[in-house]
């Protein structure tokens, strides 16, 4: 399964920005999905995550309120309004290795290339 990430960009603080990720496989519809981001010398942070019907949703403390992730079959969007700086990182998306939402890396089988956002203040 190939991810293809795009609607990274620069913008300013208190903008906004929609990234997409689309699956090249149609089975990563039965799979939940999910972003996450990397942020120069950090490490990789969980951001939002989407069950497989797309019902159930969880997201990063930092950006819930901001962010809003949702999906269509076999691609997962990110919805990002009110950006700060601090958002600036590259963003990646993932397929899970089961249906259910989570935060947990771990439990994510594919990975897309990464879409950079950055922010300035």
């Known amino acids: 399964v190939q991810l293809q990430a795009s609607g990274g960009g620069l913008v300013q603080a208190g903008g906004s920005l929609r990234l997409s990720c689309v699956a090249s496989?149609?089975?990563?519809?039965?799979?939940?999905m999910g972003w996450f981001r990397q942020a120069p010398g950090k490490e990789r942070e969980f951001v939002a995550t989407?069950?497989?019907?797309?019902?159930d949703t969880y997201y990063a403390d930092s950006v819930k309120g901001r962010f809003t992730i949702s999906r269509d079959n076999a691609a997962v969007y990110l919805q990002m309004n009110s950006l700060k700086p601090e958002d600036t990182a590259i963003y990646y998306c993932?397929?899970?290795?089961?249906?259910?939402?989570?935060?947990?890396?771990?439990?994510?089988?594919?990975w897309g290339q990464g879409t950079l956002v950055t922010v300035s203040s």
């Open positions: 993932a397929v899970a290795r089961s249906s259910a939402a989570t935060s947990n890396a771990e439990w994510y089988r594919y």
């Open positions: 496989r149609r089975t990563s519809s039965n799979n939940a």
């Open positions: 989407i069950n497989w019907r797309g019902g």
